[in-house]
């Protein structure tokens, strides 16, 4: 029963775990296998994850964790190194956004992409999933300080692409 | 909304400097609709964030006890796998052994070993006649070793007119 209910309260934000194993392996069944994977880990932890305080974080760490798992993975089947990986891969399709800037559009699409994987990862947790930085520390093991580089470069770069978005 | 306000604040954003409410704001304007035709551009990048933060998986995830039943069941499958294999290996190989001695006996049959004769001790109380079988043994061991110092002999004066080189005759 005590299972159950921690799995109730990890339900609730399976779009949140599932989103990051998307961005992070590009592919929603690799993401969808994650997410089962991190309710089974859930459930075999859950005397331990009653003394975790914030138990979300924990699990994005997890979902995090087996992302890599995955793409290390891939790297001895496909020999394809986890550095050259890119979470949101070209094909990727763009979200349905309505505006009929396609250009403008396309340029925020390929500067997002072309950012190194962990600034994509912290732009992804603060940005998308509105995380502190504290809990993206957590979650990605860097400290707040890193943290706080890593998105401070991310958005440079995005400032410096964007540059002729005037305002 | 004041205009210079986003406009500072998205500084802030591009700086890394905004607070999480902050930047909830900024999420909040350029999502609006309502907005400054001069953001117009760069509120495209937080309508990518919000797509993005919308994005929901359809699938149906399997309740873990479900999963790890599937998961123990497949682990006993493997294992009455493995010990069915064992023992059928172990059934063949004692199969193919019993084989191969069954076919080694039927075609090396052992011949019998013939009969050693083995020497009749005869059991000698009187003195005289013992020394007389003693005088026999010598007589015996007395004819091979003459024959052994003939060779010697001969071997010897082989050896005494081989010619030494180097040496004056």
């Given at each position: 029963m005590q299972n159950e209910n921690i799995i109730s309260e990890v339900m609730k934000y399976k779009d949140k775990l599932y989103r990051f194993a998307l961005k992070m392996l590009g592919n929603e069944f690799d993401a969808e296998d994650v997410v089962q994977e991190v309710l089974v880990k859930v459930w075999q932890k859950s005397d331990q994850l009653e003394l975790i305080d914030n138990k979300q974080a924990w699990c994005m760490t997890v979902t995090r964790n087996l992302s890599i798992d995955k793409i290390r993975g891939r790297k001895s089947t496909n020999a394809s190194a986890i550095e050259d990986y890119?979470?949101?891969?070209?094909?990727?399709?763009?979200?349905?956004?309505?505006?009929?800037?396609k250009?403008?559009?396309?340029?925020?699409?390929?500067?997002?992409?072309?950012?190194?994987?962990n600034q994509k990862e912290i732009i992804h947790l603060r940005d998308i999933?509105?995380?502190?930085?504290?809990?993206?520390?957590?979650?990605?093991?860097?400290?707040?300080?890193?943290?706080?580089?890593?998105?401070?470069?991310?958005?440079?770069?995005l400032k410096h692409e964007l540059r002729n978005f005037t305002y | 909304m004041n205009t210079e306000y986003i406009k500072s604040l998205l500084d802030k954003y591009f700086e890394a400097q905004t607070t999480i409410e902050e930047e909830k704001e900024l999420k909040n304007y350029f999502n609006s609709g309502s907005i400054d035709p001069r953001f117009d551009k760069v509120a495209i990048l937080f309508k990518v964030f919000?797509?993005?933060?919308?994005?929901?998986?359809?699938?149906?995830?399997?309740?873990?006890?479900?999963?790890?039943?599937?998961?123990?069941?497949?682990?006993?499958?493997?294992?009455?796998?493995?010990?069915?294999?064992?023992?059928?290996?172990?059934?063949?190989?004692?199969?193919?052994?019993?084989?191969?001695?069954?076919k080694y006996t039927l075609n090396n049959t052992v011949e019998e070993t013939p009969k050693i004769e083995v020497a009749n001790y005869i059991e000698v109380t009187d003195p005289d006649e013992a020394m007389a079988y003693t005088e026999d043994a010598l007589k015996i061991l007395a004819k091979v070793f003459n024959t052994s110092q003939t060779g010697v002999d001969a071997g010897m004066k082989v050896i005494d007119e081989t010619p030494v080189i180097g040496s004056r005759q």
């Open positions: 890119h979470y949101l891969t070209d094909t990727k399709p763009t979200p349905d956004i309505q505006t009929e800037d250009e403008s559009l396309s340029i925020v699409m390929k500067t997002l992409n072309s950012l190194p994987d999933e509105g995380y502190t930085y504290k809990e993206i520390a957590e979650i990605t093991g860097y400290s707040e300080e890193q943290v706080k580089v890593n998105l401070f470069r991310a958005r440079q770069k | 919000k797509a993005e933060s919308e994005i929901e998986t359809q699938a149906k995830f399997e309740s873990p006890s479900v999963v790890r039943n599937i998961e123990v069941k497949k682990e006993a499958k493997v294992f009455t796998l493995q010990r069915y294999l064992k023992i059928a290996a172990a059934v063949i190989v004692l199969a193919l052994s019993s084989f191969l001695v069954v």
